[in-house]
C-alpha cells in the first residue's frame, strides 16, 4: 500500500478545513452572485463581466464637476455594477472586494496608456478622504481600490504609490442633496500633510454622485500645490453620468 507523505497529509488537512469553513459561513452569511442570485458562487463568471468595463468618461452630469476634470468609470451605477457595488458596500459582501480590486487594476492599466507620454515623478493614487470614525475600524475598502488602480498604472510602465493623504470630518454625506454635499465636502475636506510640489495625482473612490467628494478632495489638493489629473471610480450614477467619452490616447489632462 502506498503511504501518504506528510506533505500530503497536511494538504488534505487544510482543504478539509478550508472546506469547513467555507460550508460554517454560507450558513452564517449565504454566498451568492450579488447579480444573478447563483448559489455558492461569490461573482459568477458570466456576471463578472459587468466589470470590465471599458473604462470611459461620465462626469458630465456631476454638478460639482460638469465636465470640467476628467473622471473615469467602469459603467454606469445601474444594473449589474450596482448590485456588485451595492453588496461591497451595505450587505457585508467584503468578499466581492478582490474582483473589485481587479477590476481597477485593469482600469489603472487603460488610464495609464491613455495618459501623459511621461511623468517625471510616480503619480499619486489618492484615495477619497474617509472619516477618524471609518479609520478607527480599519482600512476603508476605497483605499484597496486605489491599490488595484495603481497595480494597473505600475503594470503599463508608470511609476506611482498609493498615498492616503486626505481626510474627513464631519458625517456622511448620504441624504444630503447637491449643494448641501458640496458645502459640507468642501468644509471637512483636509490634508494630512502636503504633497511634494507638483505632484501629480489621480483620485480614486467607489460611486460618483453629485461629484462633491471629489471636486473638495481636487481643490485641497490643488490649494497643497498638487496637480490633479483626474479621478477613476467603478460606476458613475445616472445624474453623474451624462455623455460617455472612451479614453483615445494623450487624452488625460
Known amino acids: 500500500m502506498a503511504r501518504v507523505s506528510d506533505g500530503e497529509s497536511l494538504r488534505a488537512v487544510r482543504a478539509a478545513a478550508t472546506a469547513t469553513a467555507r460550508a460554517a459561513a454560507r450558513v452564517v452569511v449565504p454566498v451568492e452572485c450579488p447579480v444573478c442570485g447563483q448559489p455558492d458562487e461569490r461573482l459568477c463568471p458570466g456576471c463578472r463581466a459587468v466589470l470590465d468595463g471599458p473604462l470611459r468618461r461620465r462626469d458630465g452630469g456631476a454638478p460639482a464637476i460638469d465636465g470640467a476634470w476628467p473622471v473615469w468609470a467602469l459603467g454606469p451605477y445601474e444594473g449589474g455594477l450596482r448590485a456588485v457595488v451595492l453588496a461591497w458596500k451595505t450587505a457585508g459582501r467584503a468578499d466581492l472586494g478582490s474582483e473589485?480590486?481587479?477590476?481597477?487594476v485593469a482600469a489603472g492599466a487603460a488610464w495609464a496608456r491613455a495618459g501623459p507620454a511621461s511623468l517625471e515623478a510616480p503619480v499619486w493614487v489618492v484615495p477619497a478622504p474617509s472619516s477618524r470614525a471609518r479609520r478607527r475600524r480599519g482600512r476603508p475598502?476605497?483605499?484597496?481600490?486605489?491599490?488595484g488602480l495603481a497595480e494597473g498604472i505600475a503594470h503599463a510602465g508608470r511609476a506611482t504609490r498609493v498615498v492616503e493623504v486626505l481626510r474627513r470630518t464631519g458625517g456622511g454625506q448620504a441624504g444630503r442633496g447637491a449643494r448641501a454635499r458640496g458645502s459640507a465636502a468642501r468644509a471637512g475636506t483636509r490634508l494630512a500633510a502636503l504633497p511634494p510640489p507638483g505632484t501629480a495625482c489621480v483620485l480614486v473612490d467607489d460611486v460618483l454622485t453629485t461629484?462633491?467628494?471629489?471636486?473638495?478632495?481636487?481643490?485641497?489638493?490643488?490649494?497643497g500645490g498638487a496637480r490633479v489629473l483626474g479621478a477613476v471610480v467603478l460606476a458613475a450614477a445616472s445624474s453623474a453620468g451624462g455623455a460617455s467619452r472612451g479614453l483615445p490616447p494623450a487624452s488625460v489632462r
Do not use: I, Q, Y
Not at 473589485?100 to 481597477?104: H, V
Not at 475598502?141 to 491599490?147: H, T, Y
Not at 461629484?211 to 490649494?223: E, F, H, K, N
Open 100 to 104: 473589485l480590486r481587479e477590476a481597477m
Open 141 to 147: 475598502p476605497v483605499a484597496d481600490l486605489a491599490d
Open 211 to 223: 461629484g462633491a467628494t471629489l471636486a473638495a478632495s481636487r481643490d485641497v489638493l490643488c490649494s
